[in-house]
C-alpha cells in the first residue's frame, strides 16, 4: 500500500523523485494557499508531512490531518512544529541533523571570512574603478567560538582547527567528552574567549536571544559575529545598535527575523555581509537530505526505529 507525503519545502524539488521512486505519492502544497487547500480537501490521504523548520506544522494542522502518522523535518532546526501536539497524537517527528552540515559550515566559514577581510566591499569598490587597499585582520590563529557543538558546530570546528590553525571553544548545553575543544559555561564566557562567535545551533524557546548585549560587548570591538542557525538565537536590535556604535566589529548572517524580508537596518550598514538562507543549499546537501528523509520513512513504515528521532 503506497503512503501520500504532504510536501511543504520548497527547496528539495530536484531530488523529490527519490521519494515517488521509492512509491510514495507526493502532494507538492509549497505556498501558503497550496497548504492551506491541501490540507482542507486531502487530509484523509495524508500519511507523513515533509517540512522545515521555519515552516513548521501547527497544532491546527495536525488536528485537521487525521491520517498523519510521520512528520520529517529538513534541516537540523523544527522551531515551529508543534512538537507537542504531534506528541500527543503519537506522531513521529524527525529532523535532518548532519545531512546537509559540511554545506553550512563551509558557507559559516565562507561568510566569516568575507567579513572580516571586507571582500564585499572590496569587490564592489574595485568594480568602481577605485583601488582602496584597506587593511583587514587575519582569520587565521584566532580564537573561535562556536554557539551549538552539534553536526553543523562540529563541521565548522573541525575546518577551523585543522584548516585555520585556530583556537575552537564552544558551549553547548551540556559539555561533550569526544572533543579536543574547550568548553565554555555560559555564551558571555564563550565570547569573552573568542575573537569571533559563530551561531549554530538550533531555534527555539530554549536558545531565544542567548546573543544578547552582554554577549556583544563580551565579544568587543575586534570581535565578529556570524550567525547561520536561526535568527531567534541573537537579539537583532542589540545586534544592530552594536554594529552602529562598535561594539562589534562587524556580522555575517545568512538567517532573518522575518524571512524573506531583511530589516532596512541591517541593509543599511556597511559591516555586514548578508545572504538569503542558503548556507545549507547545495546539490549534494539536498540530495542527502531528501535521502535522509526516504531513510526516516522506510524505517518508520516497517515498524523499525527511524534514524533522526525528534522529542518533545
Not at 585556530?166 to 558571555?188: F, T
Request: negative net charge; proline residues 5%.
Amino acid at each position: 500500500m503506497s503512503k501520500t507525503v504532504l510536501v511543504l519545502v520548497e527547496t528539495v524539488d530536484d531530488y523529490l523523485p527519490l521519494l515517488e521512486q521509492a512509491g510514495y505519492r507526493l502532494i507538492r502544497a509549497q505556498t501558503p494557499q497550496r497548504r492551506a487547500e491541501a490540507i482542507a480537501h486531502r487530509a484523509n490521504e495524508i500519511d507523513a508531512v515533509l517540512t522545515r523548520g521555519p515552516l513548521g506544522l501547527s497544532a491546527d494542522e495536525i488536528a485537521a490531518l487525521p491520517s498523519l502518522q510521520i512528520t520529517c523535518v529538513i534541516g537540523a532546526g523544527y522551531e515551529q512544529v508543534d512538537l507537542a501536539a504531534a506528541a500527543a497524537r503519537g506522531i513521529t517527528v524527525t529532523n535532518g541533523a548532519g545531512a546537509n552540515a559540511n554545506a553550512v559550515a563551509d558557507h559559516a566559514m565562507a561568510l566569516l571570512l568575507a567579513v572580516v577581510r571586507d571582500i564585499p566591499r572590496a569587490d564592489a569598490s574595485t568594480r568602481r574603478g577605485e583601488w582602496n587597499r584597506v587593511i583587514s585582520p587575519s582569520v587565521s590563529g584566532k580564537r573561535l567560538g562556536i554557539l551549538g557543538l552539534g553536526a553543523v558546530g562540529l563541521a565548522i570546528a573541525k575546518r577551523a582547527a585543522q584548516g585555520f590553525d585556530m583556537q575552537v571553544n564552544y558551549h553547548n548545553r551540556n559539555p561533550r567528552e569526544d572533543v579536543p575543544y574547550r568548553y565554555c559555561d555560559s555564551p558571555l564566557a564563550l565570547a569573552q574567549a573568542s575573537d569571533f562567535l559563530i551561531v549554530a545551533t538550533p531555534g527555539g524557546a530554549n536558545t531565544r536571544q542567548l546573543i544578547d548585549a552582554p554577549v556583544l560587548e563580551a565579544l568587543g570591538a575586534e570581535g565578529f559575529l556570524v550567525n547561520i542557525a536561526r535568527a531567534s538565537v541573537v537579539s537583532t536590535a542589540d545586534m544592530v545598535q552594536a554594529l552602529r556604535s562598535g561594539v562589534i566589529a562587524g556580522a555575517g548572517l545568512d538567517v532573518f527575523d522575518d524571512e524573506p524580508a531583511v530589516a532596512d537596518d541591517l541593509k543599511a550598514l556597511g559591516n555586514v555581509v548578508l545572504t538569503p538562507h542558503v548556507a545549507g543549499q547545495s546539490p549534494d546537501a539536498a540530495q542527502d537530505t531528501v535521502q535522509l528523509v526516504l531513510k526516516n520513512l522506510q524505517a518508520f513504515f516497517s515498524g523499525e526505529p527511524v534514524l533522526t528521532p525528534v522529542r518533545a
